[in-house]
């Protein structure tokens, strides 16, 4: 170890005053260049992405605060009857593509071609007004062409199969 460095001082001492001031001004530079590149550029990159995490981080908040108002809207809600529910579910059925058909506290739903837009909808409808919910499902992805208002004849995804959605268990009223 001290012979290379002493190789090297002697090598230092061998170099002209001007190669002397070069390779320091040299070192001095690839000194920063490290310098900047562990210490400086990392802290400006987590600063400049802090804002974008900070504005991420609300968004998440806010959709946390609306998952947990609907879960409370939904607990707070008194449940439907068994009847009650399928009228519920009969009144958002479209008839061209679902049909329903009532077995015990459950519901057999059959889908025929239904876009995948639609059949979205109409779950979210029948979790919120029927209060029933998908317990199995069997289905089949398809394309077909639907009819839309932005375009005539697009071709959309669609959905065929049965669903088994559980009713609410609360028995009916007494009159």
């Known amino acids: 170890m001290n012979s290379l460095r002493n190789q090297a001082i002697a090598q230092w001492q061998a170099l002209s005053a001007r190669e002397q001031r ?3 001004a040299l ?9 900047w590149s562990i210490a400086v550029a990392p802290a400006l990159h987590v600063l400049s992405d802090s804002n974008n995490r900070r504005i991420q981080m609300s968004q998440q908040q806010a959709h946390m605060l609306s ?3 609907q879960a409370q809207a ?3 809600r008194t449940p ?3 009847d009650e529910a399928i009228r519920h579910l009969q009144s958002l059925t479209p008839a061209a593509h679902i049909q329903l058909t009532p077995q015990g506290d459950r519901v057999v739903v059959q889908l025929k071609a239904v876009p995948a837009s639609t059949l979205a909808h109409w779950l979210a409808q029948a ?4 209060q029933a919910l998908p317990v199995e499902a069997h289905l089949t992805r398809g394309t077909g062409s639907v009819n839309t208002p ?3 004849n697009a071709s959309a995804m669609t959905w065929d199969g049965n669903l088994v959605l559980r009713l609410p268990n609360r028995s009916a009223p007494a009159n």
């Open 74 to 76: 939904l607990q707070t």
């Open 22 to 24: 070069g390779l320091s």
């Open 150 to 152: 932005s375009a005539v």
């Open 27 to 35: 070192g001095i530079v690839l000194a920063g260049v490290l310098l």
């Open 67 to 69: 998952l947990q108002l």
């Open 80 to 82: 439907l009857s068994r």
């Open 127 to 130: 979790r919120s007004q029927a």
